[in-house]
């Protein structure tokens, strides 16, 4: 069993910065690919970034050149640093990750997300 904690979220004003975490603890090998999604109210979740084990990443469109996702495997943890916020960045913030709990076990699991919202 594993879990995944967000945290960093908060209030802030358009312009402004914010650093997602993203804690794994339980039973872990391994850490392969993690991944931020977000959900604004009334609006589909939608994927922001995602990194490999070895470092690729890959962002939203909406996101690209503004945010930056990043993983410590000595921590299990994982980050997205979110520059440049717009209030259509407002939303909830989910860590999902595919987590290795022996070499041939692998699951997915999902935080239970963190509230990002940008005021104008």
């Known amino acids: 069993q594993v879990q995944l904690v967000e945290s960093g979220g908060g209030l802030v004003q358009a312009g402004g910065s914010l650093r997602l975490s993203c804690a794994a603890s339980?039973?872990?090998?391994?850490?392969?690919?993690m991944r931020w999604y977000r959900q604004a109210p009334g609006a589909q979740r939608e994927l922001v970034a995602a990194?490999?084990?070895?470092?690729?990443?890959n962002y939203g469109a909406s996101v690209k050149g503004r945010f930056t996702i990043s993983r410590d495997d000595a921590k299990n943890t994982g980050y997205l640093q979110m520059n440049g916020l717009k209030p259509e960045d407002t939303a909830v913030y989910y860590c999902?990750?595919?987590?290795?709990?022996?070499?041939?076990?692998?699951?997915?699991?999902w935080g239970q997300g963190t509230q990002v919202t940008v005021s104008s």
């Open positions: 999902n990750a595919d987590v290795f709990e022996s070499p041939a076990r692998l699951k997915n699991y």
């Open positions: 339980g039973t872990i090998f391994s850490i392969n690919h």
């Open positions: 990194i490999t084990k070895g470092g690729s990443t």
